[in-house]
């Protein structure tokens, strides 16, 4: 199985960027360089809506989810993104970023 | 007011994009040289449900409608759109080309 395999169709790749929330949590992970405990990625939701948020982005193939205790920790999929979808990630990022 | 006023927030312009119909719209019309007729644009959906997708469209600032007559023209805003978010549309068509 390649990298990009897990990359989901392109619908529900969008579909998982189209959220604020869940925009934010991608913009945060872009800018780490080291996966980011999960706590760091939201402050407006519960933890069961970030739960929900999570769970999209990483059926997407978006974000990896790096188990550790109470709170995951997550790291973004940059490259197999890119691979799936060249470009995207980054224009969605320097939109978001405006 | 310049083009890119009119192109919407990133997230109503992922979600326009983030539907298989109206992602099959976009790819067309960036396929062709000149404004389509709305009936070249859909063939699995009721006029009804296309009026509705060409609204949210419209709503994004992705496409331009030409009136005329029982069936409008649709225009792509390629420029627009690739001024106020550099590369989203040339990705996202890429990746729906494949």
Redesign the interface.
């Known amino acids: 199985m390649t990298q990009t395999d897990t990359v989901a169709d ?2 529900s790749v ?2 998982a ?4 929330v869940r ?1 934010e949590m991608v913009r945060r992970l872009a800018g780490a360089t080291e996966p980011l405990a999960c706590t760091a990625l939201y402050e407006t939701v519960t933890k069961a809506t970030a739960s929900h948020h999570f769970k999209i982005l990483r059926e997407a193939g978006l974000v990896e989810r790096i188990a550790e205790g109470q709170c995951a920790r997550y790291d973004l999929r940059s490259d197999a993104v890119d691979d ?5 990630l ?3 990022l ?3 970023n405006k």
Do not use: C, F, N
């Open positions: 392109l619908q969008l579909s960027l189209a959220d604020p925009l799936a979808y060249p470009g995207l980054p224009s969605v320097a939109a978001a």
